[in-house]
């Protein structure tokens, strides 16, 4: 996150001015879509079809919502499909790097060492921020979409002809639900705790933080009756909630002085955790050693020392009983 500005990466998460200190997210700017026919999607233009081979995803293993596609990846059976990069933990002046001294793959597309350079390599006039995750198209060497999003749907389905895998996580009937779903946690949770962690104000800080465990508290309840937020059936909402959730005790409830209670201490959020932590697959997406450098050594202005904790230790590979009481 953050725009290059004359060769230096500088932050635009908030502006004190207008904002009164409140953390403000900047909109996607890569909005096509791959569909299995190659005709337009949602938004964005066409030309894009599903083929093995054809795309490469950019990822940060520590941001949440490159997480929600490298999950997606997993469950739908795309990873002999898609290939994968990963930046180092580290984002400093420079931004997302690909310095394999620091925990990254490099760009095994185009050995780029610099993530700002797939955005002006798309867009050579581009000077807006440089995230992940990013969809790359190999065949027209540009960003289809840095949209998390909408990236994770077009892998909910535009592969299925491909892999045979057509598990839906947005099936057409619980769409509303689904959709619904999205728009409460969103600024709740997903945005809820950068809200509080960059918040620069003490009322913008105490403002998000009721919301993000007002929200907790609420999710707690409704998962006493449900096993996912829609019943029985894992979606989308559960993969965009979880990616947050994950991440909350490692990081979020120190470094973002979300320190109410710690999730562990819920009743039932702990088990729901690890029942999705413990689907095939998803376990492999979640590295705390990218996550809790990526937060402690990159936000210099909230650790200045950018010394990263060794903890906390909490299995949740175990075991970890839910009573879930039915209407």
């Known amino acids: 996150m953050g725009m290059l500005v004359e060769g230096k990466w500088q932050d635009v998460w908030y502006d004190t001015g207008s904002s009164g200190g409140r953390f403000v997210r900047e909109d996607a700017r890569f909005r096509n879509w791959v569909t299995a026919d190659g005709g337009p999607g ?13 795309y490469h995803l950019y990822v940060s293993l520590a941001c949440p919502w490159a997480h929600r596609t490298l999950i997606m990846l997993a469950l739908k059976d795309l ?8 930046v180092s933990p580290i984002m400093l002046d420079q931004g997302w790097t690909y310095d394999t001294d620091q925990g990254s793959t490099g760009d095994t597309h185009a050995g780029r060492t610099l993530h700002y350079q797939l955005y002006t390599a798309a867009q050579a006039d581009y000077t807006g921020r440089s995230t992940v995750p990013v ?7 540009t960003i289809v979409s840095n949209e998390s ?13 491909l892999t045979g895998n057509h598990s839906d996580f947005y099936p057409g009937e619980l769409q509303t639900d689904i959709d619904a779903w999205n728009e409460r946690i969103y600024p709740a949770i997903n945005n809820g ?8 104000t003490q009322a913008a800080y105490e403002e998000a933080y009721r919301e993000v465990f007002a929200e907790l508290d609420y999710l707690d309840q409704h998962l006493a009756h449900n096993r996912y937020l829609l019943g029985d059936q894992l979606t989308e909402a559960d993969i965009r909630l979880f990616t947050t959730l994950i991440r909350f005790d490692a990081v979020y409830h120190g470094h973002f002085k979300l320190n109410r209670q710690r999730l562990e201490d819920f009743q039932h959020l702990p088990g729901y955790i690890r029942d999705i932590y413990q689907l095939p697959g998803v376990a492999n997406t979640v590295n705390f050693g990218h996550i809790k450098t990526h937060y402690y050594a990159s936000h210099l202005t909230i650790n200045p020392t950018g010394v990263v904790p060794l903890g906390p230790d909490i299995d949740y590979g175990s075991a970890h009983h839910r009573e879930i009481a039915r209407h």
């Open 42 to 54: 949602p938004t964005g233009r066409g030309g894009f079809a599903a083929e093995s081979g054809r």
């Open 79 to 86: 990873a002999d499909h898609i290939d994968v990069s990963i």
């Open 135 to 141: 969809l790359w198209d190999k065949k027209l060497e």
């Open 149 to 161: 999003a909408d990236i994770i749907r077009m892998f909910n389905s535009a592969f299925d002809g």
């Open 193 to 200: 705790v950068y809200r509080a962690g960059f918040a620069t």
